[in-house]
């Protein structure tokens, strides 16, 4: 690190959750901040909404009064009559923020979009208004980038750092004014990789033939493209996040990767010491309770000897590798059956999907469910007080008949609460009302396979179309307990550019699976000797066909139903233990190098 450096991270995320950078940005924070203190600011769109939760503004007396060239660009930016405003992100570290009305340029879109067009062949087409709101902030925050600069001392220099397309419009611009400022471009996934991988089954072995403008303009992203493009080609450091996005960028965007930012987390917010494993306990008794709710109205199981696995993230079938996903638990629910193997695996889907409403019926199990425990807990409270008095009072040392103890009221509610929960119909595999169920792949997959919960089938499923979170009537819990409560993370991407859900498991003591296709699971294998022994898992995708992908899958949840419950703690432990190798404590040093190449690039 430069000891006579700024550096201003710039993202559409910062105090803006609206997709996987934000993770990055944010775990990021408190190690950046670390290293750099007060050298390190933030710039992002302001979207008062959004911000409200985590950003505090400082008022006009504390921006005053704030001697460093942050606040002095912002003053100067105000004094030209622009909405910026300065003040802290409520996370760990509290760095310093700066965020930017989009808005407030709206009048002057059209010259924004003449200038890109005119100056860098990027055109706008009308009636985007993510795009408007991407060069409308792309504009401003190469005029705060420009003013900071203006506020600087020699020797001290500005380094800015961009992160995916939706920050680059500010690069080429900033390059054409000749602004002494040491750029560096990150994009985490190509966006024209992310739609091809998505509509390419065999996506890796074409992507040397893609030509890049057709392609763009058949997705409609020709401008959001052009404008990733423009700032991988004006930055002096251009970077990604795996060795497996390098060749996306090689093929797609024409600039070889100066770097590769491998991403972390701050472990320390999951760290539980001796704790997890009690953690485990607590988390998984409360997914009991949602089974119990879902399968027992039907028919039961022995929940000491059943597996909690799931998967989640964004709702791309093939990409993230819910296909292989399910076609591996249809081939482990026959295996077990076929062995004749004790204990059952619920494997959950957790996602996103358009849907009307939580399925009725399960709400209403979840109710009854409810119910059936105050009724047992108002019998257990009846019958201890009277069972104490008996006893104190007996001259006998037999246990008196416990049923005489319960009221009839609570022997008639009892029964009758059983009786209207308890049918015949099948679990659904599905907890909501999707809008258009007829076309979802992994109903259509459940249906082709007849894997619908039927009593004899090992592996149960739960699809469950929308994000765990404490306000969920079904769940009642953050995502970070569910996943705690889990026995395995299965997450084997086709496409993943990173991949932060196994890396989430590993740091709160869960066994994950990744896949080599996976920047996550690439980085495993380069840099964890023994990975399999630490509980992380890499499928094999890369010039493997489909079924010995989902061939080996099946081989690994196979070797999991069949540990003990030793062997999994065991393992449990030692995936705790391994988390500190993703801390960004550990891989900050790539960004830092990262930094010190643009310093000398100018």
């Not at 059209?110 to 067009?117: A, E, G, T, V």
């Not at 000897?305 to 079938?317: A, I, K, V």
């Not at 819910?322 to 638990?329: N, P, R, S, V, Y």
């Amino acid at each position: 690190m430069a000891p006579d450096a700024l550096l201003v991270e710039v993202a559409w995320e910062v105090c803006n959750q609206v997709g996987g950078i934000y993770t990055v940005i944010r775990s990021k924070v408190p190690a950046t901040v670390q290293g750099w203190d007060d050298r390190y600011c933030l710039l992002g769109p302001y979207f008062p909404h959004q911000a409200q939760g985590e950003f505090e503004p400082f008022d006009e007396h504390q921006l005053s009064t704030l001697n460093d060239p942050f606040a002095g660009a912002v003053r100067k930016m105000r004094s030209y009559g622009y909405d910026v405003q300065l003040g802290v992100w409520l996370v760990t570290g509290r760095p310093r923020v700066v965020l930017i009305n989009p808005f407030q340029v709206y009048d002057r879109l059209n010259n924004i979009k003449s200038d890109l067009w005119h100056n860098h062949g990027i055109p706008t087409p009308e009636g985007d208004d993510l795009l408007h709101q991407v060069e409308a902030f792309g504009h401003l925050a190469k005029i705060f980038i420009q003013t900071l600069t203006g506020e600087v001392v020699p020797p001290q220099r500005v380094v800015a750092h961009f992160h995916e397309w939706m920050t680059g419009v500010a690069i080429p611009e900033l390059r054409r004014d000749q602004v002494p400022a040491h750029l560096v471009f990150t994009t985490h996934a190509t966006l024209l990789g992310r739609y091809l991988a998505m509509n390419d089954p065999n996506f890796y072995d074409h992507l040397m033939q893609v030509s890049w403008l057709p392609e763009a303009q058949h997705f409609n992203i020709e401008t959001a493209v052009r404008i990733e493009r423009a700032a991988a080609h004006g930055s002096h450091v251009f970077t990604t996040v795996s060795e497996l996005t390098v060749r996306e960028c090689i093929y797609l965007l024409d600039r070889i990767p100066d770097a590769v930012l491998p991403n972390g987390l701050n472990i320390e917010r999951f760290v539980a010491l001796h704790e997890f494993q009690n953690l485990h306990q607590q988390y998984k008794s409360k997914i009991h309770e949602f089974v119990m709710a879902h399968f027992f109205q039907t028919y039961s199981f022995d929940l000491d000897n059943t597996l909690y696995m799931f998967t989640s993230g964004r709702y791309e079938y093939h990409n993230k590798g819910f296909d292989l996903t399910l076609e591996a638990l249809a081939r482990l629910n026959y295996r077990i059956q076929q062995n004749n193997v004790d204990g059952q695996v619920v494997m959950f889907f957790i996602t996103k999907r358009p849907f009307s409403s939580i399925n009725p019926g399960v709400l209403q199990n979840r109710a009854v469910l409810d119910e059936v425990r105050e009724t047992c807990e108002a019998i257990e409270r009846q019958v201890g007080e009277r069972l104490f008095y008996a006893a104190a009072a007996s001259s006998e040392h037999r246990l008196p008949d416990l049923s005489s103890m319960v009221d009839d009221y609570w022997k008639l509610r009892y029964r009758r609460t059983l009786q209207s929960w308890k049918t015949h119909i099948l679990p659904p595999v599905i907890t909501h009302n999707l809008y258009d169920d007829q076309n979802d792949d992994i109903l259509n997959f459940l249906r082709r396979a007849n894997m619908v919960n039927n009593q004899h089938d090992r592996v149960k499923i739960v699809y469950h179309p929308d994000f765990v979170s404490p306000s969920s009537p079904l769940f009642g819990m953050e995502y970070g307990q569910f996943v705690r409560g889990c026995h395995l993370g299965i997450f084997p991407s086709y496409y993943e550019p990173w991949g932060y859900t196994p890396l989430e498991c590993v740091a709160r003591g869960v066994p994950a699976i990744t896949s080599d296709l996976s920047g996550f699971g690439d980085y495993v294998m380069q840099t964890v000797p023994e990975h399999e022994d630490k509980g992380i898992f890499v499928v094999q995708r890369q010039e493997k066909s489909f079924d010995e992908a989902a061939e080996e899958l099946t081989n690994m949840l196979w070797d999991f139903v069949l540990q003990n419950r030793r062997e999994r703690i065991t393992q449990r432990n030692k995936v705790e233990s391994s988390a500190d190798l993703f801390d960004w404590k550990n891989l900050r040093v790539h960004y830092d190098r990262a930094y010190a190449l643009a310093l000398e690039r100018i």
